[in-house]
């Protein structure tokens, strides 16, 4: 069964705080995404990797940056979190080719107070 | 022309009715169509997936609709039930060349007893 897990489902952290989410998948796809997801806004991309080292920013890349060290290990960081970044965060999975459709962890919501 | 337009944006239905979600893309080389599901306070799961070469694709009480020319394709979910109540999202992938995988706004789905 495939799987991408990401590290916490819910966090609590302080305003100005660096917050790191962690998401592992076993599938050894190429492709890893992190997603904002709030009410009537969708999935907004955060930032894309097709490989290790590798990552493209997405619509809304202002406020993080990611890390891509080995394959199947994808992290977002708030450098210094603030309350507008508080929502549920979404990590992804793919294959590059041949339709490789994404699978999804089970979020991380996230409240910075 | 990287967009793709879903409707509605909410959907009341009652138990046994067909629910229809439409989504329309700009983009012809969009190569794989998937149906996201998703529940509250989870990740998206992958409901189903169709390819351009295909007018359609059933998996049970799920249909996909392709119509290539009109550069449309909608989900059918047939006798519809209250535990089909989710989010539901499309999305276009786009594999050769520049990777894209491009998310439609989601459709509240809500299915009365």
């Known amino acids: 069964d495939v799987k991408v897990t990401q590290s916490s489902r819910y966090l609590v952290k302080r305003t100005g705080e660096k917050v790191f989410l962690e998401c592992v998948q076993d599938m050894d796809h190429e492709n890893m995404f992190w997603y904002r997801q709030d009410p009537g806004l969708g999935l907004r991309l955060i930032y894309f990797s097709y490989d290790v080292k590798m990552k493209e920013k997405g619509d809304i890349p202002e406020g993080y940056s990611v890390s891509r060290e080995k394959k199947e290990r994808f992290s977002l960081i708030l450098e210094s979190a603030s309350t507008n970044q508080t929502s549920m965060y979404l990590c992804a999975s793919s294959r590059y080719s041949g339709g490789g459709t994404a699978f999804f962890g089970q979020g991380t919501r996230l409240t910075v107070v | 022309q990287q967009q793709v337009k879903q409707s509605p944006q909410s959907l009341i239905v009652q138990k046994g009715g067909i629910s229809i979600i439409n989504c329309a893309y700009e983009n012809t080389a969009f190569d794989y169509f998937p149906w996201y599901q998703q529940f509250p306070g989870k990740g998206p799961a992958l409901l189903i997936a169709i390819r351009p070469d295909v007018s359609e694709k059933k998996e049970g009480r799920f249909t996909i609709s392709f119509n290539k020319s009109a550069k449309q394709f909608s989900l059918h979910i047939m006798d519809s039930q209250p535990g089909d109540s989710a989010t539901y999202f499309c999305?276009?992938?786009?594999?050769?060349?520049?990777?894209?995988?491009?998310f439609g706004t989601g459709t509240r789905l809500k299915v009365l007893a």
């Open positions: 999305a276009a992938i786009l594999s050769s060349g520049t990777y894209k995988y491009i």
